[in-house]
């Protein structure tokens, strides 16, 4: 078995890079919670989503109507199929279907921990369904002590954090459980009043704090498996506890404010459009160029089919969005003297389509579509101010040509 401490940023993983993830919880028909949020967010963040799954709910985004447990040794079958086979890095833990099944999951987890020293272990308690529906009985969480006795960190929020350990004051819980159990505990504010929220990581020797603003939304159905979720990815991926927690909350919040609406009750969070704006490495996020005349720039990149997101002509600034997340921006300065020395390219799979409706519109190309001798298709032509703008379609070409270097 591999070997892998969190908070060192090295990985033994054979022949791969990626951070392999296994996911212990529920599957959620409606898409919002359970094995489905958590895969979503592993994907994201460039991870491998692996699952044991505990448990079937019929539910949406009202209600859960039904729940059917998983038997316990399907349960601990999934696990030593992935932990056999594909390898773990991580792990999150869900909903569990029953008290037996907590006991045993405890129990395996405990053993892969002495295979595998320092192997991250997260575990989200599960006892509600944002809905408001009951996802766990008495026993089962009389059960959850033994996984927090297994567990690098617990997640609860803050109904759940009282349920434990039937104590008021949230600190107080937190360094109940610590202490009972070794895990370290994150206090997640979101169920606080207000629109300020604190959440607050406790360990037995340290306490980090984050704070925020609440996001206006009642798409916040699967929260808590998103951030647990990213937490053990970013774990696997060698990122501290601290840290791991601080990139999963802006994970969290970013799927908030990209949420898609979805449904009559509370919906689910936006994982898929959480693109370049978390991760593990440096991402190429924003392009600003220079003009000289505000309107004419910011008409002509509405044009071309950029959304704009800022619009501040007092300061001469515009920020554009595009359809891959990546934002560009318009500094506008008319005393600048613009001397193009670097292109912008804007891949489309509809090129030869998208630059003729432009051209009929009234865009000016120097040039229309052409294949490339680098395997790419091109179309050329220029802002107002003269910066050299690409439309392109590069395909599996761009990342991947013939003569790519090997890793």
Not at 146 to 155: E, F, G, K, P, Q
Not at 178 to 203: N, S
Not at 311 to 331: K, M, N
């Amino acid at each position: 078995m591999d070997n892998f401490a969190p908070g060192t940023g090295s990985k033994t993983r054979g022949m791969t890079s990626t951070a392999r993830v296994l996911i212990i919880a529920g599957s959620d028909s409606g898409g919002g919670a359970g094995i489905q949020a958590d895969i979503k967010t592993v994907t994201m963040l460039g991870g491998h989503a692996m699952t044991a799954v505990t448990a079937i709910t019929a539910q949406n985004t009202v209600r859960v109507s039904a729940v059917h447990p998983v038997p316990t040794e399907m349960i601990l079958a999934q696990i030593e199929a992935v932990i056999g086979d594909l390898g773990v890095d991580a792990v999150k833990i869900g909903m569990i279907g029953g008290a037996f099944a907590a006991e045993q999951v405890a129990a395996r987890l405990q053993r892969l921990k002495a295979e595998q020293p320092g192997i991250p272990i997260v575990f989200d308690p599960v006892m509600i369904a944002t809905s408001g529906s009951a996802l766990a009985d008495e026993p089962t969480i009389a059960a959850f002590g033994r996984l927090m006795d297994v567990a690098t960190i617990a997640t609860p929020n803050l109904p759940e954090l009282k349920r434990l350990t039937s104590e008021e004051d949230p600190v107080a819980a937190a360094l109940h459980l610590v202490g009972a159990h070794g895990c370290a505990v994150l206090i997640k504010g979101g169920h606080d009043e207000g629109d300020a929220l604190a959440d607050a990581l406790i360990e037995e020797d340290n306490m980090t704090s984050w704070q925020g603003q609440r996001i206006d939304t009642t798409s916040t159905h699967g929260t808590g498996c998103t951030l647990a979720s990213a937490i053990a990815f970013f774990l696997a991926d060698g990122s501290s506890l601290a840290d791991a927690v601080a990139r999963a909350r802006e994970f969290v919040r970013v799927a908030l404010w990209d949420a898609p609406g979805l449904g009559q009750g509370a919906g689910p969070l936006g994982q898929g459009s959480v693109r370049l704006d978390v991760g593990t490495g440096p991402r190429l996020n924003q392009v600003t160029v220079t003009g000289t005349n505000y309107e004419r720039s910011v008409d002509f990149y509405q044009r071309i089919g950029l959304t704009q997101i800022v619009d501040s002509p007092d300061t001469g600034y515009a920020r554009f969005e595009t359809a891959g997340g990546v934002t560009l921006s318009v500094q506008i300065d008319p005393e600048e003297k613009i001397i193009a020395t670097t292109a912008i390219y804007l891949e489309c799979d509809d090129l030869d389509e998208r630059v003729e409706q432009l051209a009929r519109s009234g865009v000016a190309f120097e040039h229309g579509p052409r294949n490339q001798p680098w395997m790419w298709r091109e179309a050329r032509l220029r802002d107002p101010d003269g910066n050299i703008i690409f439309f392109y379609r590069a395909g599996e070409h761009r990342r991947v040509p013939p003569w790519r270097m090997e890793k």
